[in-house]
């Protein structure tokens, strides 16, 4: 079974407007931790935030935040006022912290940034 | 800190030849992961190992063997290259996460070719 879905394979956003990537997880675990990652054309890999299960408050680091609805299994993406530099794609993983510490990932979602 | 380091960048395999992809990391991170991505695809979570001497298989571990002999290095083995093995392979570290976020550092890379 899936555990990490994102159903967006490809979004467009304005420059300066605020876009939401979309992410849904399965887990029967309490502890597990959620994690967004951007991967430009250049192919690296870039951590970009953080929500753990337990974390009552949605995470933010600068532009982006995470919007983390526990009982729908849901941990959107929110990036606001979209820069050029923000078109690449963007995967969703899990991290299962009661079963294997095992990281799962989304197939992810292409954003392109239009000026 | 250099991080996670892979190498070699780019291979060009023959069909049947075998070769060890390097992946050191010098953060003291007892996990470490390597995952294969195909042309627009996600991740694929080859082999990971929790410590030193611990090894396991993750969703696509066949055609390809790992030690882990120390903390620090990684190295995957292709045994009986294949062009289905053609992608790019990331090797990724991290620590064990209760709480904690406990992201994944990745590498650069490497992009291998089969043919």
């Known amino acids: 079974a899936q555990k990490i879905t994102q159903t967006q394979p490809g979004m467009f956003v304005q420059e300066k407007e605020a876009v939401t990537l979309d992410c849904t997880y399965d887990?029967?675990?309490?502890?597990?931790?959620l994690f967004w990652y951007k991967q430009p054309s250049s192919g690296e890999m870039i951590f970009l935030i953080y929500q753990g299960s337990y974390d009552e408050q949605n995470a933010t680091e600068g532009r982006y935040s995470l919007n983390f609805q526990k009982a729908r299994k849901s941990a959107n993406l929110v990036i606001s006022a979209s820069q050029l530099g923000d078109s690449a794609m963007y995967f969703c993983?899990?991290?299962?912290?009661?079963?294997?510490?095992?990281?799962?990932f989304g197939t992810g979602t292409s954003l392109t940034v239009i000026p | 800190n250099a991080g996670v380091t892979q190498t070699p960048k780019f291979r060009i395999l023959k069909i049947g030849q075998s070769m060890t992809l390097q992946c050191a990391q010098d953060?003291?991170?007892?996990?470490m992961y390597w995952y294969r991505q195909d042309p627009g695809m996600g991740l694929k979570l080859i082999y990971y190992?929790?410590?030193?001497?611990?090894?396991d298989k993750g969703e696509v571990p066949n055609g390809y063997n790992v030690s882990r002999s120390t903390t620090e290095d990684f190295p995957l083995r292709l045994e009986l290259a294949a062009p289905s093995q053609t992608s790019v392979y990331f090797c990724?570290?991290?620590?064990?996460?209760?709480?904690?976020?406990?992201?994944?550092?990745f590498g650069p890379g490497t992009r291998l070719t089969v043919t």
């Open positions: 993983a899990m991290r299962d912290l009661d079963t294997g510490n095992q990281f799962y």
């Open positions: 190992s929790v410590g030193a001497g611990i090894t």
């Open positions: 887990t029967s675990d309490q502890s597990y931790g």
């Open positions: 990724a570290s991290s620590i064990r996460s209760g709480l904690a976020a406990g992201e994944q550092y």
């Open positions: 953060m003291n991170h007892n996990y």
